[in-house]
């Protein structure tokens, strides 16, 4: 069974400072890793793509992979209370594959920015 | 990223009923995705709707409770068969365009 772990949390930050999200997987043969963000009460929402061992910035946002150890972060760099949501760590159950629409999930990081 | 609608938004439902939820996508896509998120819960795929094919369900789902149609590349239904309490959980439509994105979600409650 392909498995997806991240800290419950929650993990509470002061606004300005980085949010660091962890996550391990199983399969060694993922290719693919997805960071979603989820408010309460609305759909995930995909914030970052990563496919490729090192760093991945988009705006605020850095997204990690190192495949050997088979771990993938997200920095939230200048968090702002408007980050405050749960963020959902996923991996494309299809090892190798190119669809990407058959994830597996992790439990999700509860994120708290106080002002 | 595709615009998915699905309706109902939410309901409430009596244990034993069927509801039958719709999702619309304003392009053509070869698959589409139902996902489960029960309360507290993180998502968990049930089954990939292909146009003109059965639905493919992962382990744990069957037809039999989850009944999937796609009749053309923009729609899809999801049944959720004989409700029970158990069953209470926002359902959430997904669509492939470029990488995965989802529906507003069909929150259900079963009394």
């Known amino acids: 069974q392909k498995e997806v772990e991240q800290n419950s949390g929650p993990l509470s930050v002061p606004e300005g400072a980085i949010a660091s999200l962890n996550c391990t997987y199983s399969d060694r043969g993922s290719q693919s890793f997805f960071w979603y963000r989820q408010y309460s009460g609305k759909s995930p929402e995909l914030i970052m793509s990563?496919?490729?061992?090192g760093d991945k910035e988009d705006g605020r946002f850095t997204a990690q992979l190192n495949k050997a150890s088979q771990y993938v972060s997200l920095l939230i760099r200048d968090s702002q209370p408007s980050d405050s949501a749960t963020y959902l760590c996923a991996v494309n159950q299809d090892a190798g594959g190119t669809s990407y629409g058959k994830l597996t999930f992790g439990q999700g990081t509860i994120l708290t920015v106080h002002p | 990223s595709a615009v998915i609608s699905q309706k109902p938004s939410r309901d409430i439902c009596q244990r034993g009923t069927s509801l039958t939820i719709q999702c619309q996508v304003d392009s053509q896509v070869t698959m589409m995705f139902w996902y489960r998120q029960q309360p507290g819960q993180s998502l968990t795929l049930i089954a990939t709707a292909n146009q003109g094919s059965e639905a493919t369900y992962e382990s744990g789902f069957v037809i039999d409770k989850f009944p999937i149609s796609r009749p053309n590349l923009t729609f899809s239904t999801l049944t959720v068969s004989n409700m029970s309490p158990e069953d209470s959980s926002i359902y959430l439509c997904?669509?492939?365009?470029?990488?995965?994105?989802f529906g507003e979600g069909s929150r259900l409650t079963v009394l």
């Open positions: 990563i496919y490729s061992n």
């Open positions: 997904s669509v492939v365009t470029g990488e995965l994105f």
